[in-house]
Every structure is written in C-alpha cells, then in structure tokens.
C-alpha cells in the first residue's frame, strides 16, 4: 500500500471511552500507516473526553444520554480541521445515529467495517462470537451488522457476561491491562463462544484486546480498533491518490 500522507484527510478521534482504548487505537493507526518516515504519516485530532458518560448505563437506563458529549466532541474535532471521524469505543455506535447528521463530517462505522472484514474472511466465517460490554449487547449494534453478511452471531450467557466480560472490562478500566486474572476471565468467555461453533472472536469492546492476547483464544481473534485504524489508512490513501490523479 502506498502512503497516505499526500492525502488531504485529517483523522479525528472522538475519544476518551476510556483513555487507555484511545492511546491504544492512535498506536495501532500509527503502526497502520504504511511509510518510512514522520511525512508520511496522517495528520490527526484528538479529542479525548473521559467525562463522557458512561454508555452501557445509558444504554441500560442507569445514566445519562451521552449524546450531547458526543456531539460536543465532533463540534471539536471539526474546528480543529477534522475531515473525517473515527469512535474507537463500539458501545458509543449505539448513538452514531444521533450524532451522525449534526457533526457536519462523515463517520467510519467501526462495527460496519468489522462485518465486512469478517465476510471476506477465508475459510468463510458462518458463526462469530462477540465479548462486548452488556450496552453493545442489548443494542443489537453487532447482531444487525453481522446479519447482513449472513454471519450468525453468538454470545455469553449471562453469568459469563457479567462475571467474567464485564467483571475483565472494568479491570482494564482500572489498570489492569497485564493481569493474569483479567486475561483467564476473558479467555475463559471466548471458550465459551468457541464452544457454541465460534470460528472468530470479536474483541467487541477496546479494552477487551488490551487486556485478552490473541494467542490464548483458541480461533482468530478479530480487533475492531486495528479494523477501523486499517480502513481510515484506506479512505485517506484513496482520497491521496484521487487528488495526485486530478493535478496529474
């Protein structure tokens, strides 16, 4: 892939849900990006807002809308020169739809990325399993996209769920990236997926990758962060060689 950095693009990242998923997500746009120097690089805004309320207590009636928060974020990246959007958190995508026609700059739906890479994925994905937070859970953000590549969807019954999905997330939330206990309860979910015909794990929540290494679940291992990072170096490395091609 040829670089991006001739491309007009400016990456903004509404993030902050939570800082460590942010810092996460920039390192691996970062390690993305094709090139051998600083030049080549994209040009990109943060915006990381950890009073962001939190969103599966939104989404479960235990806290307030973070829709204005949201939206105040996009208001700030687009001042700042933002020419294009990316949410690494996939609990907020439950509310992209009211964001998506006020922040005056298009949106890259992680979760809609995700399905597609898993449909050209080879041998062909038929099943997927997903650990997310409760919040993406209940919205169906997964189950909808999935379904309209004709991947079956399975999740943790509610023990797993709450005694070992959320029970790791909030640990990362905590620190606790490099805990032994925080990766035995995440592995201990995705066995449990793998064991109802997984054939891929969706890391569906940005703390769950830093907390749950690849090489202890027993099939691929599918980060929505690196997905999303791999196609905005996409969009901005198209846009670059459409400009090149319009001065040529």
């Known amino acids: 892939m040829s670089s991006p950095a001739r491309s007009s693009a400016v990456i903004g990242i509404l993030g902050g849900m939570g800082p460590a998923a942010t810092a996460d997500f920039y390192t691996k746009l970062v390690a993305t990006t094709p090139g051998s120097s600083d030049q080549d690089h994209l040009r990109t805004v ?19 809308d973070p829709t204005p928060w949201l939206l105040n974020g996009g208001r700030v990246l687009r001042e700042a020169g933002a020419t294009v959007i990316a949410i690494p958190c996939n609990t ?8 998506a026609d006020h922040v ?23 099943t997927a399993g997903l650990l997310a937070t409760t919040g993406t859970v209940r919205a169906g ?22 005694r070992y999905v959320m029970t790791a997330v909030r ?13 035995a309860l995440l592995a201990r979910a995705a066995q449990g ?14 703390e769950i990758p830093l907390g749950l290494p690849a090489e202890v679940v027993d099939v691929p291992l599918i980060d ?15 846009e670059g060689l459409a400009g090149q091609a319009e001065k040529g």
Do not use: N
Not at 176 to 183: G, I, L, M, Q
């Open 46 to 64: 943060i915006w990381s807002d950890p009073t962001i309320p939190d969103r599966t207590e939104a989404l479960l009636g235990d806290g307030p």
């Open 92 to 99: 907020a995508h439950a509310f992209v739809p009211r964001i």
């Open 141 to 162: 953000l997964y189950q909808e996209w999935l379904g309209r590549f004709g991947i079956r969807l399975v999740l943790p019954d509610d023990v797993g769920q709450s």
């Open 171 to 183: 640990a990362v939330k905590a620190g606790a990236r490099d805990d032994a206990t925080t990766t």
């Open 104 to 126: 005056g700059l298009p949106i890259v739906h992680m979760i809609g990325e995700v399905a597609r890479h898993l449909s050209t994925m080879s041998p062909r994905i038929h």
């Open 193 to 206: 997926l793998t064991e109802q015909g997984a054939q891929a794990v969706i890391a569906g929540c940005t």
């Open 224 to 238: 929505p962060s690196l997905i999303l990072a791999r196609a905005l170096v996409r969009r901005a490395t198209a």
